[in-house]
Each structure stands twice: as structure tokens, then as C-alpha cells.
Nanobody, 116 residues
Framework: QVQLVESGGGLVQAGDSLRLSCAAS????????MGWLRQAPGKEREFVSA????????YYGDSVKGRFTISRDNAKNTVYLQMNSLKPEDTAVYYC?????????WGKGTLVTVSS
């Protein structure tokens, strides 16, 4: 089992920045690829970003490319999502996940609200 706890969400204005964190426990963090997805009210869950086990490969959804940066610190068992130039359409609950060994684990999410 991998337990994931997201933090760092909040209410910000358009154009602001925010950094989300996802702290992992339970299994060897560095064995898992990590990702962020988000779900806005009334919409399906959307891929935001992912990072390989070593951190050397990253992926981004088209809507966040150039604005968001994913990173991980395997010594701290934490993955981060730096969000810059936030837009009202970035408003959503952001979920962290861990993938490895045929399993996917999810956190409970953190709410990001961007006001115009």
C-alpha cells in the first residue's frame, strides 16, 4: 500500500502561482511513477502531469504546458506541482497518484480555486 497526502491548495487570483505537494508513505517512493490529475466541478478527471521514477522524464497535459512544472524529491518521498500563471479554468480538485507494480494509488485531493 502507498498512502498519498496532497497539500498546498487554496484560493488564489488569476496570474498567481501555487505549489502543490504530495507526500507518500508506505512503500519505496522511488519505485513509483507519480502523477497529478484534476477534476473540475461537473467535469471528468483530467490528466495534468506525470513524472518517471527517477524524475528524468516528465509529461504534461496540453492545457498546462509551459505553466506547470512537476518535480520529485525521492529523499523526501514527495512530488510537487509548481503552478504558475494560474487561470480560472485551473480551478479543480487536484489529485496525486502513484503507479507501479500494476497498481495505482490515489490521494484524497486538494482544492485549488482561481478567481478572475
Amino acid at each position: 500500500q502507498v498512502q498519498l497526502v496532497e497539500s498546498g491548495g487554496g484560493l488564489v487570483q488569476a496570474g498567481d502561482s501555487l505549489r502543490l505537494s504530495c507526500a507518500a508513505s508506505g512503500r519505496t517512493f522511488s519505485n513509483y511513477a507519480m502523477g497529478w490529475l484534476r477534476q473540475a466541478p461537473g467535469k471528468e478527471r483530467e490528466f495534468v502531469s506525470a513524472i518517471s521514477v527517477s524524475g528524468g522524464i516528465t509529461y504534461y497535459g496540453d492545457s498546462v504546458k509551459g505553466r506547470f512544472t512537476i518535480s520529485r524529491d525521492n529523499a523526501k518521498n514527495t512530488v510537487y506541482l509548481q503552478m504558475n500563471s494560474l487561470k480560472p479554468e485551473d480551478t479543480a480538485v487536484y489529485y496525486c497518484n502513484a503507479q507501479g507494480f500494476g497498481m495505482t494509488y490515489w490521494g484524497k485531493g486538494t482544492l485549488v480555486t482561481v478567481s478572475s
